[in-house]
């Protein structure tokens, strides 16, 4: 997979990764291509960190996958085009937005793709119909390549299980990896995965696709997978298998924050929701994000989600933990967090609907 980095309110795949000590997202282009031909007339970066281009093919011989971003050599125009897109206003732009994405997935010379597109008050596009529009583009992008494209549209108007942060998402993953994952987050995952099956033909029907996902997870296949990934991308074998133990101090590896701060319920009732697009833009002005492109990001900052849709609480009870260092979260800040949190009476009608994430599937044509 070539991924990219977070800008703006937006994660990155890259920036998560990175923050487990060790882990290396930067390859050279025959490093990814396994069974390829260089020409040899032409640069294979090997003067790039990472591993070296046999060691490489031989992880996805064996291990079969890896996580990396753009270089100089590697879809280098989508590297230059995704750092100028938050300069320009062209962050919405569709055609860029497809040609970002479907390029890398091109670059990867896949079969098949499923594609996760999101929408609601954390996502780029607010509606169903907008980002379906999206979805309908990448699809037809991805098909004229020769790639079997299908969709899943998804919806973030809260956060995404309990996390939100990078070392603090690596670790409620990697919780997810040993069975412990949030039901809305499993859902995504199975969905996406079993549809990928279903796809290259490696399960009968969606259905079955997400019965293998789930055994997969909940059998710790994925996790020795991912354990692999981890050390065949530089981490030291040691860390991956701490982070990957059954009962383990997540932070004798990762970043820890130096501060946490508990905020309190201001009423008795019910949790409606959480605005997922409040709590990313005060969590990247304290640093867990970036305003624009090579900015650094601290890995320990992020919030815990202590309460759920659905929630009976009471008035002073804990419902989000920040994890912060410098900067601290300020007054307004904190009373911006603290009106994302909608809580109604017993009697509130949406607090009793809790919606699933994966609002419609887009089968490829």
């Known amino acids: 997979m070539i991924s990219g980095r977070g800008l703006a309110h937006t994660g990155g795949t890259l920036d998560k990764l990175e923050s487990i000590p060790g882990f290396s997202v930067q390859q050279s282009a025959d490093q990814v291509k396994e069974n390829q031909t260089v020409p040899p007339d032409v640069k294979t970066g090997s003067d790039q960190p990472g591993v070296s281009c046999l ?9 079969g996958c890896c996580i990396v971003g753009q270089t100089e050599m590697l879809v280098p125009a989508d590297r230059v085009l995704y750092a100028l897109r938050d300069a320009t206003s062209t962050v919405d732009s569709l055609p860029l937005i497809t040609g970002s994405i479907i390029s890398k997935k091109g670059a990867e010379s896949l079969t098949a793709l499923v594609l996760d597109v999101k929408f609601g008050r954390a996502a780029l596009y607010k509606d169903l119909q907008s980002a379906k529009q999206l979805a309908q583009l990448l699809m037809e992008a991805g098909n004229s390549l020769g790639i079997r494209t299908g969709a899943v549209l998804s919806r973030m108007d809260g956060t995404i299980g309990r996390c939100v942060g990078n070392s603090l998402e690596v670790i409620e993953s990697l919780e997810t990896l040993k069975g412990n994952g949030p ?24 259905s079955e696709g997400r019965k293998q996902i789930y055994e997969a997870v909940i059998g710790g296949a994925a996790l020795s997978k991912f354990e692999a990934m981890m050390t065949s991308q530089g981490v030291a074998n040691q860390t991956a298998r701490t982070l990957c133990s059954t009962h383990t ?51 320990s900052v992020g919030a815990e989600l202590l309460v759920s849709p659905g929630q009976t609480v009471q008035k002073g009870v804990s419902w989000l933990r920040i994890h912060f260092e410098d900067p601290a979260p300020g007054p307004d800040q904190i009373n911006l967090l603290q009106k994302s949190l909608t809580v109604g009476n017993n009697n509130h009608r949406e ?15």
């Open 183 to 206: 039901d809305d987050l499993m859902e995504l995952v199975t969905t996406l995965g079993g549809m990928l099956l279903e796809m290259t033909n490696l399960a009968p029907g969606l």
């Open 351 to 365: 607090a009793e609907h809790v919606c699933t994430l994966v609002a419609e599937i887009l089968q490829p044509q």
């Open 55 to 63: 060691q490489i093919r031989t992880i996805l011989a064996s291990v």
């Open 249 to 299: 101090d997540y932070y004798s590896v990762l970043r820890k924050s130096d501060h946490q701060l508990e905020l309190k319920t201001l009423t008795d009732g019910v949790v409606v929701s959480v605005d997922g697009l409040v709590l990313a833009q005060v969590l990247q002005k304290l640093g867990a994000g970036r305003s624009k492109a090579g900015e650094p990001i601290n890995h």
